[in-house]
């Protein structure tokens, strides 16, 4: 950042310098051969489709961090982007004659324009300012459209939505996209050219001063930037993308409805941003993972999983607003001192109990909630694969047991986690 702001505005060579354009090749190339590889891993319909929607979220999560990480705008109202894209694209599957001229992988195109171009009308006025004047107005574009998708009923559906059909594409090669495994390949692909075209961005000039706007406008404009261009050029970009993972959704789902693009599913994608760390690249992809998982995976097991995800995004704003990234690099100054074994025991004591805490807890809450809203004479539930009554004293025994034991071995053991983490961060012969 400081050799960003010491560049000379009126040497082009200087600044051009700024930002690098060179990308790392073995992190893409290993998570090409992942995504390459999963489907096989994982055969099942179902495991499937969880893989493409968490595939499309980190798409719209990295989208979305080119506005909150990079560009310190705060957006209630970006999922508006996304759902405009997916639309664009039903209407475009639901257009005979056009869309079999076109092969289905070329579709998401049409949504990105679609963001980019309602992006580019939204930012014309509403990138003027950062901060508080930048959220509420990105808070009421989206309500206002919102409530367009139930008044303008030949674009959005009204309540219904609007559906497609992908197969009745031009066939790519052959493949006409029948199958979940070939929709699978397709988002892979454009998860790949997205997320890099977002990492190359982030190394331009343009990208680098996105960082800079957001961190010190007054001196970004002392160099001779405009931050309220530098916030457009970034807010546009991020609509783009956006659109992609809103084609890509209509694409998979064939659908789309008002709940693509109200405030609800702009939270969610701002919580999986700030869950994964919006001051790493990869932190939204973390979060989108951990996320698509809950949603998907832990809402089969549980009804209050939504209570759980806010409960891991509220600890994570107190004690981590770095993220799960952040959580992850705070480990690279230790590894490097090659003291990162010392903490594994330390690790087991302290994180092993608290997980016995909050497992303990979690069945509380869990037969809580069975007792006070289960159906009159229903008394078994199934909690951890074991099936017992809820109305019995052994069960409420065992997991207050495991929760105040759990936690107090935890709070016991903190202390020498503490010194063995001080310990792992020092190098060797430093005075403590």
């Given at each position: ?7 000379d ?25 992942l ?6 891993i994982?055969?099942?319909n ?14 719209f ?20 982007y ?35 171009g ?42 219904e ?31 790949m ?21 957001r ?95 806010g ?108 010194e ?13």
């Amino acid at each position: 950042m400081s050799d960003q702001l010491s560049t000379d505005p009126t040497k082009p060579a200087q600044r051009m310098r700024a930002g690098s354009m060179t990308i790392p090749l073995m992190p893409w190339v290993l998570g090409a051969a992942l995504l390459a590889v999963l489907p096989f891993i994982f055969t099942a319909n179902s495991a499937i489709t969880i893989m493409n929607q968490m595939a499309i979220t980190i798409i719209f999560a990295l989208a979305y961090n080119m506005l909150l990480g990079q560009g310190g705008m705060l957006s209630f109202g970006h999922a508006v982007y996304a759902g405009v894209g997916g639309f664009a694209c039903v209407h475009i599957m639901n257009m005979d004659d056009f869309f079999a001229a076109i092969p289905l992988p070329v579709l998401p195109i049409f949504g990105g324009l679609m963001g980019m171009g309602l992006a580019t009308i939204v930012g014309s006025f509403s990138t003027r300012k950062a901060g508080t004047v930048f959220a509420m107005i990105s808070l009421g574009v989206g309500e206002l459209i919102a409530a367009c998708s139930v008044i303008i009923v030949a674009f959005f559906g009204g309540e219904e939505g609007v559906s497609g059909d992908r197969t009745y594409g031009l066939p790519f090669f052959g493949v006409e996209f029948l199958q979940q495994i070939d929709v699978y390949y397709l988002i892979a692909v454009w998860l790949m050219i997205s997320a890099a075209l977002m990492y190359l961005y982030s190394r331009t000039p343009l990208g680098r001063m996105a960082n800079a706007v957001r961190d010190n406008p007054e001196r970004a404009e002392f160099l001779g930037y405009s931050a309220r261009w530098v916030r457009f050029y970034s807010f546009v970009a991020s609509g783009f993308f956006a659109g992609i993972a809103g084609a890509l959704f209509a694409i998979n789902y064939e659908i789309l409805t008002e709940e693509n693009l109200n405030t609800t599913q702009s939270g969610i994608i701002l919580l999986v941003t700030f869950l994964g760390g919006v001051g790493f690249f990869f932190g939204p992809i973390l979060g989108a993972i951990v996320f698509t998982l809950v949603q998907t995976v832990l809402s089969l097991q549980t009804e209050l999983w939504g209570f759980y995800l806010g409960i891991i995004f509220v600890l994570t704003v107190m004690f981590f607003p770095g993220g799960l990234a952040g959580l992850i690099m705070m480990h690279v100054p230790a590894m490097r001192l090659g003291k990162l074994g010392r903490l594994g025991v330390p690790y087991v004591k302290t994180l092993g109990a608290g997980l016995i805490g909050c497992l303990g807890a979690a069945a509380l809450i869990e037969m809580t909630f069975h007792v006070r809203h289960a159906s009159t004479g229903d008394h078994e539930m199934t909690v951890y694969w074991t099936t017992f009554d809820s109305h019995t004293v052994l069960p409420w025994v065992l997991a207050i047991g495991a929760t105040l034991v759990g936690f107090g071995i935890a709070r016991k053991t903190a202390p020498a986690l503490a010194e063995a983490w001080n310990d792992a961060n020092t190098p060797d012969g430093t005075a403590q």
